[in-house]
């Protein structure tokens, strides 16, 4: 057991020794390592081409780079844009498919906005309140939507126009009220694409 324990010693002495020495001769290395640079960048011939005073350097714009949008995409944009600002919906009494001067009025507003854009496309969709069978309210959605897309082409519209019926599938309003009713009897100008 003695025997052990010294040689445990010694291996632990002879283990600090050496990380010791070690130690030592690693600082003398890097010191003697960083005076061997000093001394070669000071003999080292100065940089050709560099000036201590250097000349201002003139930075020039990168040249400007402007997108070139196809036309026809532009005027459709316009296009748009008009007509959301110009149509409105147009509502109609109950049970009927007749225009109201007020809905003359909205298509009127509409029209002068598609005569500008001639080439977009408009879907007119009929719509009516929850009263009646849900075939009798196609139907009716229909004549809406024909009877607006007519009015349209006599106020001088050349647009493209398509005509759907969604009955009393999809209306704006759920309450069980007059007032409610009332907007859910129309037809709505639909651009192309658009849902």
């Known amino acids: ?32 390592t960083t005076q061997q640079t000093i001394d070669q960048t000071e003999k080292a011939p100065p940089l050709q081409g560099f000036s201590k005073t250097p000349s201002e350097e003139v930075v020039q714009a990168p040249p400007t780079v402007t997108a070139k949008a196809d036309q026809g995409e532009i005027a459709l944009r316009q296009a748009r844009e008009a007509l959301k600002r110009a149509r409105g ?34 879907l007119v969709e009929g719509h009516c309140d929850e009263r009646g069978t849900i075939e009798y309210n196609l139907v009716l959605g229909e004549k809406r939507a024909q009877e607006t897309r007519r009015y349209l082409q006599t106020l001088g519209v050349t647009n493209p126009v398509g005509v759907t019926s969604y009955g009393k599938e999809r209306p704006v309003c ?22």
């Open 1 to 32: 057991m003695r025997s052990i324990t010294a040689w445990s010693g010694c291996s632990a002495l002879a283990l600090g020794l050496l990380f010791a020495l070690s130690a030592c001769s690693t600082k003398e290395t890097s010191s003697r």
């Open 89 to 122: 919906d147009v509502y109609f009494e109950f049970d009927r498919w007749a225009l109201t001067n007020e809905g003359k009025k909205n298509l009127a507003e509409s029209a002068a906005a598609l005569k500008q854009n001639p080439s977009v496309k408009i």
């Open 174 to 195: 759920t309450e069980h009220d007059e007032s409610c009713y009332w907007k859910n009897r129309r037809a709505h100008l639909a651009l192309e694409g658009e849902r």
